[in-house]
């Protein structure tokens, strides 16, 4: 058994935690339920060796017990024993969130004074306008979004499925593959033309465009070009990816006012193997075609979101040189997100293009401690389709409702009395995501605006200029919050750091209206399990990730502050995993067994992955990944600077035309 250091006996703690336990499990013999008191029991235990724990569930025993020894250091090193001598509060989560989750304990009660505190943070100073702002959204903007593909739900393949035939046939071979990569709410294939996402979110984008032209804020003839990344959640269903779509975009007709490219995992590696590798070779920025195809191997759409998440936004600096040197930036949406354009204008006096025309957009400003920050990132918010009758600015995520039980909060599940992350983020979307310049004391809009950190992974945007100059990324092995983890990649030290740094303008007005409950909810519900187990993840690389970036975890966690910098722990792998084995037994007693038992061992294998990559290989991941898009923006500076017209130039420009699903001449039959 592993031995390490004695610590102390953490006897209140204990007690504490095996409180929020339910009776049935403290006395049951059931494996699955057993092993959550069993581990409280160990990890505040003084034993100078972990017990062997005993369940006997195939690959727990030996993770619980890696798990437990890490806990153990965490909390010696911790010193969390003033903590637990404060008020006698101890059947409230307020005991337990002054250890696990300090943010949250900070804003109850104060939610107020809690608001106007982090404005203060987030407040810039405009110092300089942009010599060239965004003034034609259609014509200077790439607008990007990703396609995310998953095997049919058992119900589907019940109801069954309206494939093609020869589709269908292939899709069977393929039901029982492993999968490797989670998502939130990937589209199963075969799922009903209503319910499908990329029809939407394509539909009503032709749809916003229509009404910016007939606003006369888009030209008549513009097709606004959108690049949609595939990536799927099982390897080998990428091989029938596209033919899926050529039949779903069939059913649902081709955008009007788009000009639609689609690029899978195959079409990014065509480029990084006949483009940027042999550019990289030919202008002397790699000694060799391997050296340079291992770096250039983050550029492409498969795997976490990190991967095409980055794609999605490195992508437009290559469109600017191959298909349109006038674009300035790139736009991501989501596709279950939708401008309501007749609702932006009567609440905001402003179309969609109008917010994305924004003067302050690529402005130079001071943040708090007069850090000079460039402005060339752009967010917008989010409001929940159920919830804009009420008004455009009615936050997508609200504090939860007061209530006589749980220490003043009514809905409180058992995990949340570890880590409660919906406080710190009802926080920032309060502050900063439904800010409305120039109200209650907020900034002008024009001579001072907010700054944001926390973003959603669509309604947010960059400009070439800043891509080339941070080259900011997320790195691919991310697959939660990978639209909060692009900024970090740029940061270049603390508070005294004098260069400039790369700040999001918060836009305000910029909301698009989020659709998902009101026609994906069966695929939410399908894939809820592995976005919880993710979000366990997200705090061990987040946790990470600050230890390795300039001015270290403290500077790091003061700057994101409170909601993604809640994800930034001292003691990670202890509230990731009692996080996931009190959602379990929260399963195991709503009388859901198999999922229960589904959920614990699969969150188990991830989180034991993820523990081994954050020791082992993190560090020298994020550093190659860092190389590699180095190599990529130094190879598009280097074909631009000498004007380059050749041959690589030109087979480049026609494999991204041979992406488009309209007009796409020889590339037709790929559609």
């Known amino acids: 058994m592993p ?22 499990t403290l006395k049951s013999e059931d494996p699955y339920r057993k092993i959550l008191p069993e581990f409280i029991n160990i990890i505040c235990g003084s034993n100078d060796e972990i017990p062997a724990f005993t369940s006997g569930i195939p690959g727990i025993d030996q993770f619980l017990e890696t798990a437990a020894e890490k806990a153990r250091g965490e909390l010696e090193k911790a010193d969390i024993g003033d903590t637990l001598t404060g008020p006698a509060d101890n059947d409230t989560p307020g005991t337990l969130w002054r250890i696990f989750h300090p943010e949250a304990l900070n804003i109850t009660g104060r939610e107020k004074e809690a608001e106007k505190n982090l404005r203060k943070k987030r407040t810039v100073k405009i110092t300089r306008r942009p010599d060239s702002p965004v003034t034609d959204p259609g014509r200077e903007l790439l607008f990007t979004s990703n396609i995310l593909l998953t095997l049919p739900t058992e119900k589907m393949q019940e109801e069954g499925l309206e494939l093609a035939p020869p589709l269908l046939s292939r899709l069977k071979g393929m039901l029982s593959l492993p999968q490797k990569y989670w998502y939130d709410h990937p589209i199963p294939i075969g799922i009903k033309k209503e319910n499908n996402e990329i029809l939407y979110g394509l539909k009503n984008l032709d749809k916003a465009v229509a009404f910016e032209k007939n606003r006369g804020t888009c030209g008549k003839d513009i097709k606004v070009p959108v690049l949609l990344s595939v990536s799927v959640t099982h390897p080998g269903l990428d091989e029938i990816a596209l033919d899926y779509l050529a039949q779903e975009l069939e059913k649902g007709g081709l955008p009007e006012h788009l000009d639609v490219f689609v690029f899978g995992e195959k079409d990014t590696q065509d ?6 590798v042999p550019s990289a070779v030919e202008k002397g920025l790699s000694d060799s075609a391997g050296t340079a195809r291992g770096l250039l ?5 498969d795997g976490e979101y990190g991967r095409h998440y980055s794609f999605l936004k490195a992508i437009a600096a290559m469109w600017k040189l191959l298909m349109n040197h006038a674009v300035k930036g790139v736009f991501k949406i989501d596709l279950d997100q939708v401008f309501d354009q007749e609702t932006l204008v009567s609440e905001t006096g402003k179309s969609a293009f109008g917010h994305l025309s924004s003067p302050l957009w690529g402005a130079y400003g001071t943040d708090w401690v007069n850090r000079e920050v460039f402005l060339g990132m752009i967010a917008g918010s989010l409001v929940n389709e159920k919830d804009i009758k009420k008004g455009l600015f009615t936050p997508d995520v609200d504090y939860p409702p007061a209530g ?19 406080l710190p983020q009802a926080l920032s979307t309060h502050a900063e995501m439904i800010c409305r310049y120039g109200e209650d004391g907020a900034p002008d809009g024009k001579r001072e605006c907010l700054q944001r950190v926390h973003v959603t992974g669509g309604t947010n945007g960059i400009l070439i200029e800043a891509l080339r ?41 910029l909301i698009m209206r ?42 790091v966690k003061e700057r994101i502050d409170p909601f993604t910098g809640s994800f930034v722990s001292y003691l990670p792998v202890t509230t990731a995993v009692l996080r996931m084995l009190f959602k379990s037994e929260e399963m195991l007693e709503s009388g859901k067994n198999k999922e229960a038992q589904q959920f614990i061992i699969s969150a188990a294998q991830r989180l034991k992955n993820a523990v081994l990559f954050t020791e082992t290989e993190f560090e020298k991941q994020l550093e190659w990944e860092r190389k590699g898009w180095n190599l990529y923006y130094d190879i598009l500076e280097k074909l631009e600077k000498e004007n380059e017209t050749g041959k690589l130039i030109r087979a480049a420009a026609d494999k991204i035309l041979s992406c488009r699903i309209q007009d796409c001449g020889e590339g037709a039959n790929r559609w």
């Not at 031995?3 to 049935?24: D, H, Q, W």
């Not at 191997?297 to 759409?301: A, E, I, L, P, Y």
């Not at 100059?469 to 004098?498: C, H, M, N, V």
Request: proline fraction near 2%; glycine fraction near 10%.
């Open 469 to 509: 100059r941070w080259r900011p990324f997320t790195p691919s092995f991310f697959g939660r919050a990978e639209d909060q983890a692009y900024i970090l990649s740029s940061f270049t030290g603390g508070r005294s750091e004098k260069g400039t740094q790369l700040a999001y303008l918060h836009q305000s007005g």
């Open 297 to 301: 191997g983050v550029f492409g759409v």
């Open 3 to 24: 031995k390490i250091k004695a610590m102390k006996n953490f006897n209140r703690l204990k007690e504490i935690l095996l409180s929020y336990v339910s009776a049935e």
């Open 514 to 555: 989020h659709d998902k409950d009101a026609f994906a909810a069966e695929a939410i519900k399908a894939a809820e399990g592995g976005r919880q187990t993710g979000d366990y993840i997200r705090m061990l690389l987040f946790s990470r990730y600050a230890e390795c970036l300039p001015g270290g975890r403290d500077s």
């Open 404 to 422: 006589a039980d749980n220490g003043g909060r009514a809905d409180l599940k058992s995990e949340d009395k570890i880590f409660y992350s919906r």
């Open 271 to 276: 480029l990084m193997e006949n483009i940027l």
